[in-house]
Each structure stands twice: as structure tokens, then as C-alpha cells.
């Protein structure tokens, strides 16, 4: 076992769009404590929670934090939100 416990939060949201709109807003605000992985947030369907859309890039930038932007951006990486 790798030592690492995941808490998952159910939140209902009224589709797919909503529910990653709402899980980037909660990634972004709770990047305040050290041990929220944004990279690793998913969402699913209620009934089908095997079937997991990743939210946030999953690349690491330079000194080991992730991109915060959405998964599938384009352009590059950011440690910001671009304006």
C-alpha cells in the first residue's frame, strides 16, 4: 500500500460541464492546503463512478506543482489562471 488515503466528496451537479466547471472552482480554492492534489480530481456520473473525466491538466511544471488549467487546454502550461 502506498500510505496515501483518497477522501471523495459526492457533490451532485446537473451534467457533465457543470460538474467539472464546479470541481475546477473547489480545485482552485482548496490549492491552499499542501496536501490538495488538483491534478488527480475527477469527476463521474452517480452511476457510473468507474468512468472518471479527469478536470485539471495533469502535468507537472517546473519545481513539481501542476497546471491548473482544464484538462485538454491549449497553449501551455500555467501555474495561473491566463486572463
Known sequence: MS???V???PVVAAD???A????????RWIT???MMDPGEM???EEDEQ?????VFCDLRLPGGRRC????????????????
Open 68 to 83: 491548473i488549467l482544464r484538462d485538454g487546454h491549449e497553449g501551455e502550461c500555467a501555474r495561473r489562471l491566463r486572463r
Open 16 to 18: 457533465l460541464p457543470a
Open 50 to 54: 468507474f468512468l472518471r473525466h479527469r
Open 20 to 27: 467539472q466547471r464546479l470541481a475546477r472552482v473547489v480545485g
Open 3 to 5: 500510505g496515501r488515503y
Open 32 to 34: 491552499v492546503l499542501p
Open 7 to 9: 477522501i471523495h466528496l
Open 42 to 44: 475527477t469527476v463521474s
